[in-house]
Nanobody, 128 residues
Framework: QVQLVESGGGLVQPGGSLRLSCAVS????????MCWFRQAPGKEREFVVA????????YYTYSVKVRFTISRDNAKNTVYLQMNSLKPEDTAVYYC?????????????????????WGQGTQVTVSS
């Protein structure tokens, strides 16, 4: 059974930082691309960032480029999202997800249906 468990969310002031983690079990983690989506109240789920299975390629939505960094540690079966210079508009539930195809080499990382396993989400609130 594949499980994704996110952690690291919380309340932070504007300009602050948080580091989210997503631990994966039940799958050969190193073979699959990983991503983070987020969903704010009343809005659709939005792609944030993805990392290829090899870790060599990353893809960011424009609004978080420079501020956020995705990384993966295959030895720990964990993907991370370092979020700096947080803004109130970053407030959302953040979900990690695992790509449905091993060794995916395409570019459609921002489509939710490309991912077949999702975590339960972790709340990030940016407020003073």
């Amino acid at each position: 059974q594949v499980q994704l468990v996110e952690s690291g969310g919380g309340l932070v002031q504007p300009g602050g930082s948080l580091r989210l983690s997503c631990a994966v079990s039940g799958r050969t983690f190193s073979s699959y691309a990983m991503c983070w989506f987020r969903q704010a109240p009343g809005k659709e789920r939005e792609f944030v960032v993805a990392i290829s299975w090899s870790g060599r390629n990353t893809y960011y939505t424009y609004s978080v480029k420079v501020r956020f960094t995705i990384s993966r540690d295959n030895a720990k079966n964990t993907v991370y999202l370092q979020m700096n210079s947080l803004k109130p508009e970053d407030t959302a539930v953040y979900y990690c997800a695992a790509h449905s195809r091993p060794y995916y080499s395409g570019t459609y990382y921002n489509r939710p249906f490309e991912y077949d396993y999702w975590g339960q989400g972790t709340q990030v609130t940016v407020s003073s």
